[in-house]
């Protein structure tokens, strides 16, 4: 009886707070709890992420466990698929260690061990994929990619390089018009490679 008095009484426009209330509410506890809950710890193991291409059975982009070799690479996409089955690599090349964002590219042949090249996936492949371009490496057409750089500024970065490499990325502040903000913008598109270390 007193609880139909109740829910007769409340008004409906009433009823929509409450209901908003009671959600966060049931919100809160459920932030709190899972904070507090005891996660189990687990690894995620390190990858990496290449392009293979050329002569291979399955062409395209893989996540491989870290650390891979350029022969563990070529295995991962099927082989060669010109010739008889891949012989095993017996040039420094099959054993050089791939890193996230590099492309692999190989040429099979009947008679002798794959020949495989090594060398940056292309700049759009790389910032699709979260990776950072070099800012002494990266071509003119390449660092006009990066959000918010204009075409002026990729010129003077070129070109500046081209005297002095760079070595810090506060640096690029010495371009006109460049400021502290859109260099913290672009830390997370560009690196230094081996010149210097991020600021």
């Known amino acids: 009886m007193f609880r139909r008095y109740l829910l007769g009484s409340l008004p409906k426009s009433q009823w929509g707070a409450i209901a908003v209330a009671a959600t966060v509410a049931v919100m ?22 290449v392009e293979i291409l050329g002569d291979v059975h399955h062409p395209g982009t893989f996540i491989l ?20 089955p891949t012989p095993p690599m017996t040039s420094s090349a099959g ?18 061990n794959p ?10 492949a790389r910032l699709a994929l979260g990776l950072r371009l070099d800012l002494n490496q990266a071509s003119l057409a390449d660092l006009t990619l990066i959000p918010g750089m204009k075409p002026s500024w990729a010129e003077v970065i070129v070109a ?16 006109p018009g460049v400021g502290s903000r859109i260099v913290a913008k672009w830390v997370g598109f560009l690196d230094l490679g081996e010149e210097g270390d991020l600021p």
């Open 28 to 49: 809160a506890i459920g932030w709190r709890w899972l904070q507090h809950r005891q996660a189990a710890p687990f690894a995620i193991p390190p990858s990496v992420v």
């Open 65 to 84: 466990g870290s650390p891979v070799t350029a022969s563990q690479a070529l295995d991962a996409a099927g082989g060669c698929r010109v010739g008889p």
């Open 95 to 112: 054993d050089r260690q791939l890193k996230s964002g590099q492309q692999l590219r190989v040429t099979c042949t009947e008679h002798r």
């Open 115 to 124: 020949q495989m090249v090594i060398e940056p996936m292309s700049a759009a």
């Open 160 to 175: 500046r390089r081209g005297r002095q490499p760079w070595r810090r990325l506060d640096d690029l502040q010495e371009i």
